[in-house]
């Protein structure tokens, strides 16, 4: 009882004092009131005074923090602000005043906080200095979970396959993800100074943004598959998808953005499509002109080995001085070019037999341009060879397939008007899956309009009695029949490249056939 009197005197007492403090009194309620925690410590680190919110903060009851040294309040785990005070006591002959920003941060039962430290030095020379803190528990909370989703949808965007792109309405480029650097062939350091209007030909940019402000391309603000070309960094065009959008900010424009597909792959895909259903037809057609050439070359044939026996004997009756001598040689001579294209047409109906075995493609090249290389047509042609050693086998026959070798390269060489570059490459495509041959001349190329005919039986662009126009027929039959496949691009300013592609053969194959 007589504590409690005690206490209840001081109380009286100290609540009388208050009163005759006048203004101060204020600010003392001002100070228990205020939401941030207020600790007032002496120059030897011992807490004069601390605040309701303090106490709150710290988790340590009101009252009970006063005389407290301020290590032992802040832990070991916050010591770091604790060394940053004394270092600042330590120099205070060279500070005067001053202030020091700290995070700390306290656990207690119910919650886990973070707190700003905000210690101030008063600019005169007190015997005391000031430590703030302020909760800023929610604001990193709300920053982690900014963090966590920019960096999701950092990622998201970045891992995106197509490019994406961003500006604000003055052409600044805010956002340009990896698929897009990628695609354009630019960094990171030169995205820095890179325009909008850049990335397109002249009005390009000027034109999407008219289109998304109208409300007939996908809505107002939207710009839905639009196929177009994309400058890359060097210069040339790239076939991409477009779709787009502007963004608002309370109906204020303030960036717009675009994916980028990639089309070239899918034109790729087309074209190959394009070409194997003209490869099929042209199957069909040669498959219907095989059948009829075959029965053809075998009713000509005897006839045509009548003629020729008829014309020898009569030129060996009439000798050689005879005036009719020169026109029955005639007559041997081009009796012998329809034997020759008898022959071809056999060659091109597969009424022929031959053997199938293991053939290194890189050794039909070389056997080919071997034969051909010391013609008179070849003096001047310059012939490059891109030979992959570790070339796999094919399963074929290699004189059939010097003969389409052969046949191509001869034609270049031709086109090329015997002058020149020949470059005959030898690959594998497609996880080592394919064989593939390239020649390509530097020639004058082949017109669009008879790329579809080159494979036509008899068609030839030479002169009378300069070709039969069946070689390169032959030579389609020849890579068909090896499972395999012939193309042809051309254009006047890279010439014209023939492709051939042969499946290669599989170790369990090799094995049989070793065996």
Known sequence: MKIAAVLSTANREADALIEDLGPYHYLHTILEETPNGVIVV???????HANPAASRFLGIPYGRIDGAGLPEILGEHNSELFLLIRDHFEQRAKKIGGKIRHEVEFSREDEHCILSAVVVFPPAATEYYLLYLIDITA??????????????????????????????????????????????????????????????????????IKRMRSDHFGGKGKLLRHELSVKHKDGHDIPVSFSGGIIYDRDKEIATFGLFTDLRAMQRIEEDLEQTHRML??????????????????????????????????????????P????????????????????????????TTYEMELVNLNDVIRKTLTVL????????????????????????????????????????????????????????????DINEILIEDSGPGIDNDLLEKIFDPFFT?????????????????????????IRVTSSPETGTTFTLRFPVVMETMTGENHG
């Open 461 to 485: 662009t030479k002169a009378a009695g300069e070709g039969t126009g069946l070689g390169l027929s032959v030579s389609y039959a020849i890579v068909k029949e090896h499972k395999g496949s």
């Open 373 to 432: 290389q010391h013609q008179p047509l070849f003096q001047n042609i310059t012939i490059i060879r891109e030979l992959n050693p570790e070339l796999p086998p094919i399963y074929g026959n290699a004189i059939r397939l010097n003969q389409v070798v052969m046949n191509i390269v001869v034609n270049a060489v031709q086109a090329m008007a015997g002058k020149g570059q020949l470059r005959i490459t030898s690959r594998t495509r497609a996880n080592q």
């Open 281 to 322: 037809m042209q199957s069909e057609k040669m498959a219907g002109l095989g059948r009829l050439a075959a029965g053809v070359a075998h009713e000509i044939n005897n006839p045509m080995s009548g003629i020729m026996l008829y014309a020898n004997l009569v030129q060996e009756d009439l000798g050689a001085d005879h």
């Open 139 to 208: 604001q990193k909370n709300l920053e982690g979970e900014l963090r966590r989703s920019n960096a999701f949808f950092h990622n998201l965007i970045d891992s995106s396959v197509d490019g994406i792109i961003a500006s604000d309405m003055k052409g600044k480029i805010v956002l340009f993800n990896q698929e897009a650097q990628s695609l354009l062939g630019y960094n990171a350091a030169d995205i820095q100074s890179l325009h909008v209007t850049q990335l397109y030909g002249e009005g390009v940019a000027y034109e999407l």
């Open 42 to 48: 002496g120059q030897d680190h011992t807490v004069i």
């Open 324 to 351: 009719l001598a020169s026109d029955l040689q005639t007559i041997v001579h081009e009796a012998e070019r329809c034997k020759v294209i008898v022959a071809d047409l056999l060659e091109f109906s597969h009424q």
